[in-house]
């Protein structure tokens, strides 16, 4: 154990990737300037010295939480600067216009929220259903997803057709057109689940469900900043994202997009102050004269300027880089962890599929012959952040991989597990 640490903090120390741990902020806000000449693994260290990382160990849990870059950090602490000595917050519209067009949706159709839960939560409650209706889901939902539908199917009787999902794009179509029946109202799926990183192809899915008249709801966590996203080719009907994970953004930040076809199906339960067309308290009786003809009728109370203006960095961040050029290092870095981790079958056994097309950012194993936590806490020790992935029975080992790992580190990672998983 003690020689792959040493190995791995002389491997860092080899990169000179800047650490946060004693670094003042002149130092470490330095101005992004990408050189697009430079190519390979070389073009990617570049991205790397951009993070805060610290040196001692390698990240591998962007699926949990995705380290925001120094010039979101920087953007928050000039906004933050800024606001406490003149008073003035602001607003966020242009932060709202800038997260629209990066995922290709109008600016009226997104609303700005503070996680994807929240997005969720406001699908799963909008969305007119009655005691009996049906909404399919899966049972590898993350929390976030799970507990709305299942509050939902608490108080309100609904039915929540649940399956497991299938191992690649075509059999999840056929599962979920299966399941469907005359009172199926809602599919509510994740775009990738949290456990083994499945991709549902949720532009077909979208098609099928339009045709029937079903809405299409989805869990969109792991798919901003992963993807090339691009919501309209999409088609769904409702999208919750957030901004902390792939989108490399704060924490405290999240989006739901509304397709404008299907802005008045949705019932807003939270409102404040710009979701309104008018209220009068002095009238008898109060009234409330409707909502603003857009997804902004969802915001309510006070958004951060600050948080937005990290959001606004992240985005800026992405196209820099170039968003195709992320999602194709993303795959790339998946495909060298799947491949590497396949040599392994006789002592783990992969979860995530072997279609290329069902993964993009995470690969989950179970290990054959000692428990998930014990190889977990294993890597742990040796100097890997990863994830313990106990939802849905899955016992399993997450990693998750962005583009500020190396294919050097996941290197690392293989040579270490054959002693762990003796």
């Known amino acids: 154990m003690k020689s792959r640490r040493t190995f791995i903090q002389k491997f860092f120390a080899g990169l000179a990737i800047p650490s946060v741990v004693g670094m003042n902020s002149a130092f470490a806000f330095q101005p992004f300037k990408i050189n697009q000449s430079l190519e390979g693994e070389q073009f990617w260290n570049q991205i790397r010295s951009q993070f805060p990382l610290n040196k001692t160990r390698i ?4 699926g949990t939480f995705g380290p925001a870059p120094f010039p979101v950090q920087k953007a928050m602490e000039e906004s933050l600067t800024h606001t406490n000595s003149s008073g003035e917050y602001g607003n966020t519209e242009i932060e709202r216009e800038k997260l629209a067009a990066f995922i290709g949706v109008k600016t009226s159709e997104l609303s700005l929220t503070h996680n994807t839960t ?17 909404v399919i889901i899966t049972n590898h939902d993350h929390v976030g997803n799970a507990l709305p539908w299942l509050n939902r199917a608490k108080l309100h009787g609904i039915n929540l057709k ?13 599962l979920i057109k299966k399941l469907v029946t005359r009172n199926t109202r809602v599919i509510a799926i994740p775009h990738v689940t949290c456990t083994t990183g499945l991709v549902f192809p949720i532009k077909e899915i979208s098609e ?17 900043g992963s993807f090339d996203l691009d919501l309209k080719d999409l088609d769904c009907d409702f999208y919750a994202g957030c901004c902390h994970k792939w989108l490399l953004g704060p924490s405290g930040t999240g989006f739901l997009y509304v397709n404008e076809e299907k802005l008045d199906h949705l019932q807003p ?3 404040g102050g710009g979701s ?12 409330l004269t409707g909502y603003v003809d857009s ?3 969802f915001d309510y109370g006070t958004q951060s300027t600050s948080l937005m203006k990290g959001v606004s960095a992240a985005l800026s961040f992405h196209e820099e880089i170039g968003k195709k050029k992320i999602e194709f290092r993303v795959r790339e870095l998946n495909e060298h962890l799947f491949n590497g981790l396949a040599q392994f079958g006789n002592q783990i056994e992969l979860l995530s599929s072997v279609e290329s097309q069902s993964r993009i950012s995470m690969v989950s194993f179970r290990p054959k012959h000692h428990s998930y936590q014990e190889v977990g806490n294993a890597l742990s020790k040796s100097g890997f952040r990863v994830r313990q992935v106990p939802e849905a029975g899955v016992n399993a080992i997450r990693i998750s991989t962005h583009i500020y790992n190396s294919k050097e580190e996941i290197d690392l990672l293989l040579k270490a597990l054959p002693s762990i998983l003796l």
Do not use: C, V
Not at 118 to 134: F, R, S, V
Not at 162 to 174: C, G, K, R, V
Not at 276 to 287: C, I, K, Q, V
């Open 269 to 271: 339960y939270h409102i």
């Open 208 to 224: 099928f469900a339009r045709s029937r008249g079903i809405f299409t709801a989805i869990d969109g966590a792991h798919g901003a």
């Open 162 to 174: 649940i399956f497991t999902p299938a191992n690649t794009q075509s059999e999840n179509l056929d």
């Open 276 to 287: 309104d067309t008018g209220w009068d308290l002095f009238s008898d009786p109060p009234t």
């Open 59 to 62: 990240y591998f849990n962007n």
């Open 295 to 297: 997804a902004h009728r």
């Open 118 to 134: 929240e997005g969720i939560n406001i699908m799963a409650w909008g969305i007119p259903l009655a005691k009996g209706d049906e």
